[in-house]
Nanobody
């Protein structure tokens, strides 16, 4: 059974940093892509970043490019999202999701989410 557990959220001032973790179990990391998504109140869910377990290729939303970095530690089955230069508009619940294959599209398995709040 695929299981994902996010951690690392919290309250931070604008300009600060946070690192989110997504601990995964129940599948072979190399066969999956892991994505970070976020959803703010009243807004649609947005894909923030994605990393392929097979070749570590990465993708970012334009809204976070240059500020966020996704990485993975395959030995620990954990994916990280380093978030720098945070802005109030980054406030959202952040989720990680696992997808079979190299891309974060299609049917994914989701974690419960972690709240990130950026104060101005």
């Amino acid at each position: 059974e695929v299981q994902l557990v996010e951690s690392g959220g919290g309250l931070v001032q604008a300009g600060g940093s946070l690192r989110l973790s997504c601990a995964a179990s129940g599948f072979t990391f190399d066969d999956y892509a892991i994505g970070w998504f976020r959803q703010a109140p009243g807004k649609e869910r947005e894909r923030v970043s994605c990393i392929s377990g097979s070749d570590d290729s990465t993708r970012y939303a334009n809204s976070v490019k240059g500020r966020f970095i996704i990485s993975s530690d395959n030995a620990k089955n954990t994916v990280y999202l380093q978030m720098n230069s945070l802005k109030p508009e980054d406030t959202a619940v952040y989720y990680c999701a696992a997808y079979q294959g190299r891309l974060c599209i299609g049917f994914g398995s989701w974690g419960q989410g972690t709240q990130v709040t950026v104060s101005s």
